[in-house]
């Protein structure tokens, strides 16, 4: 093969690799203009094999600081924080269990949830993206397949103006759904409560 032509080939290949998804570049260019995206969350963990279903109910907050809070409140209240250095903290309010960790690719969907409005692209978590327009709803779906070879593929749907319906993340024990309500995205910053900062302290 000659020079010119491999040039070519490598052109094309790249243009596939790395070929523009319109749709999503809207969301994340929608994202990446506020500081604060909050919502309620209902999180579905349905695992293979077993007929039962854990279902919890709280709020999300997420900040362009790279911190998330989960702050469930349904079948118990528990909160879950990372912070904007990669360190996940649990606490349970019923039994005051406490624990901290370094985030990792065990917990994608907070891995996930980060990127929303940091400078780090969502995309980059994933090796390629499909996207189409749902019927007459006109909402968006995204079929996205993660780069992490625990996680089978993400589905996320969003109405038409970027607000988020759901997201499933499917793994190969199951899969979690996360359906979303209430959304806001706020231009100003919003930072984790004084009495969840006072917990976080005294967890070493």
Known sequence: MSKKNF??????LFNISFASTPLFDKFEKKLKNYKTFKANIKEELH??????EDVYFGK??????????FIFTKPEKIFIYVDSKGYMYGYSYEDEEVYK??????????????????DKDIKTLF??????????S?????????????IKKVIME??????IKFVKIYTKDGKVIYNFSNIQYLKKLETIPNDIKKIIKNIK
């Open 158 to 163: 969003t109405d038409k103006n970027f607000n």
């Open 138 to 150: 006109n909402d968006y779906v995204f079929v996205l397949i993660p780069k992490d070879k625990e």
């Open 127 to 136: 090796k390629s993206i499909k996207e189409y327009t749902k019927g007459k």
């Open 47 to 52: 695992i293979k094999d077993f007929d039962d």
């Open 7 to 12: 040039l070519i080939s490598f052109l094309i």
């Open 101 to 118: 960790k370094k985030l990792s690719s065990n917990e994608f969907y907070l891995q996930l949830f980060r990127r929303f409005l940091t």
């Open 60 to 69: 999300l907050t997420i900040n362009r600081r790279g911190e998330v809070l």
